[in-house]
């Protein structure tokens, strides 16, 4: 039988979140039912929402950061049991046939991995929606090959941002092999630099944050940061020229990045993880004078996202959060975009 499932969906770009019914399928032979108990609110949400990116189809129920428990499986799931404590993120499914997915890297997945909202699901998708629809619900319906397992020392609430902030730190972090000894800098502490810091710091490297006041400078220190660098600061800015190998560049707004380049080191490396919506000028001779790059980087595939839970939970990582009601989301949005939130907001189902 479907699987009746209340939620909070966005009807227009210029409407906001409202209460939203529909029916999530019943589990198949690969599914996993689960019971979301809390859903991160991601900055990608607000610009799928409001369609800053084009190509949004409404009604959408955002959310990928997913935390829950297992309700039911289908007959040929044999790595979930009901009652496991369980996690969905940016993605539920993909090819499975590509170069990417065969090599464990489902996020770039050439034909484009099904985003667990807003795409068409090769499944059929839940009753009667031609999109997936996301975690801002109490119920969700995923295959098992895209469920991850959330470790019991990990706190629900704090561990479901995890599925999207955690992982796309983690994955750059991992990628350009960071660990004792590397000087990483993390600009904007944000819902994604704070794990930043604290994986990059767990990783034994020697952490910094860029930001444009010293408002926070507190928190990074207690998230494990040895610097705290003001980006206005000119001196300071000149005497750290040429000090990091990599750059973990977290900022969601259009910002200057030319002047951060000549902070990397010979063959440093910037890394974007912010969704910006607008083109950021990079100079030729700040990169060809040190062999310096810019690189973007998505989330992480399955395997790596659950080693991000697994070393979270070993470093006693999770992220700062404040709890919501669904009925919030909407003035969540408002102070998400005022950057009023340290440093991601949950939802928490159950009061839905």
């Known amino acids: 039988m479907p699987i009746a499932t209340r939620a909070f969906a966005a009807t227009a770009a210029d409407a906001p979140l409202s209460p939203y019914s529909f029916e999530r399928r019943d589990p198949g032979p690969d599914d996993v039912a689960i019971e979301i108990k809390y859903c991160g609110v991601c900055h990608s949400d607000l610009h799928v929402v409001k369609n800053d990116l084009g190509g949004t189809r409404y009604p959408i129920v955002p959310g990928h950061e997913i935390a829950g428990v297992v309700t039911a499986v289908g007959g040929n799931v044999s790595r979930f049991r009901i009652g496991d404590r369980v996690g969905v993120g940016c993605m539920v499914d993909s090819c499975r046939t590509c170069s990417s997915c065969r090599e464990g890297e489902e996020q770039y997945c050439v034909p ?15 009753v009667g929606q031609t999109i997936t629809q996301g975690g801002y619900s109490d119920r969700i319906t995923v295959d098992q090959n895209y469920v991850l397992r959330i470790p019991d020392s990990l706190p629900l609430d704090a561990a479901a941002p995890l599925l999207c902030a955690g992982i796309t730190t983690y994955s750059p972090l991992r990628h350009w092999k960071i660990g004792p000894g590397s000087k990483v800098a993390v600009i904007g502490l944000g819902g994604l630099g704070h794990m930043a810091v ?3 710091a767990a990783m034994g490297a020697e952490v910094t944050v860029l930001s444009t006041s010293d408002r926070k400078k507190a928190d990074a220190e207690r998230m494990g940061a040895k610097h705290f660098l003001i980006s206005s600061d000119k001196a300071a800015m000149k005497a750290a020229a040429e000090k990091f190998d990599l750059i973990i560049n977290t900022v969601s707004a259009t910002h200057e990045i030319a002047n951060h380049v000549q902070l ?3 063959d440093g490396t910037m890394v974007m993880l912010g969704l910006t919506t607008e083109g950021l000028p990079v100079y030729a001779m700040g990169l060809l004078w040190r062999r310096r790059s810019v690189a973007g980087s998505l989330i992480g595939g399955i395997r790596e996202t659950q080693e991000m839970l697994d070393f979270c939970a070993e470093h006693g990582i999770a992220c700062d959060i404040e709890t919501i009601a669904p009925n919030q989301i909407n003035e969540a949005y408002e102070r998400m975009e005022r950057s009023d939130v340290r440093y991601r907001f949950v939802i928490d189902m159950a009061r839905l």
């Open 264 to 266: 990397l080191a010979r």
């Open 112 to 126: 484009g991995m099904t985003q667990t909202y807003g795409s068409a699901d090769p499944k059929g998708g839940d």
């Open 198 to 200: 604290k994986q990059a």
